[in-house]
């Protein structure tokens, strides 16, 4: 679990191996494993969210949790995610639980969908997850395994 208030891990497990060999045991040789960093756009109250996030912690993953509905997404932050997991604005409306059915956004073009996301996180399906080896979007949460 993330713990410092402001969604970091605060610590995150480095694999060290550290061998001692040669002749007299006086050569060293250590090996580290990077750690893998993600970045999980997450809303507590949602299963899958939690779900996946569990999979990034349980990975050994430093994790950055952004709660999305206390902190927006911007407008080319939105736009970045959705090119890089390969969706369209329509494919990550969120409409369960909303009013974009009775607002007509199932209907609209991309922009004022995206106009709508940034003005209304709500409006925006979960989770997000960036990695180095890409953007997922984590439905179901077994997904984010494809970038970790």
């Given at each position: 679990d993330y713990q410092d208030g402001k969604g970091l891990q605060p610590f995150a497990k480095a694999p060290c191996t550290t061998a001692l060999g040669g002749a007299m045991g006086s050569a060293r040789t250590e090996e580290r494993t990077a750690v893998?960093?993600?970045?999980?756009?997450?809303?507590?109250?949602?299963?899958?969210?939690?779900?996946?996030l569990d999979i990034l912690n349980e990975s050994g993953t430093y994790v950055t949790v952004?709660?999305?509905?206390?902190?927006p997404y911007t407008r080319e932050k939105l736009e970045q995610l959705l090119r890089d997991s390969g969706m369209t604005p329509r494919e990550a409306l969120r409409t369960g639980g909303t009013d974009a059915e009775e607002r007509?956004?199932?209907?609209?073009?991309?922009?004022?969908?995206?106009?709508?996301?940034?003005?209304?996180?709500k409006y925006v399906n979960r989770p997000f997850v960036e990695t180095d080896?890409?953007?997922?979007?984590?439905?179901?949460?077994?997904?984010?395994?494809?970038?970790?």
């Open positions: 893998m960093k993600a970045t999980i756009y997450h809303n507590p109250m949602c299963g899958t969210s939690r779900k996946t952004i709660e999305y509905l206390g902190e007509g956004l199932a209907q609209a073009d991309d922009s004022t969908i995206l106009d709508a996301m940034v003005a209304n996180p080896k890409g953007v997922r979007f984590c439905r179901p949460q077994d997904k984010v395994r494809e970038i970790l």
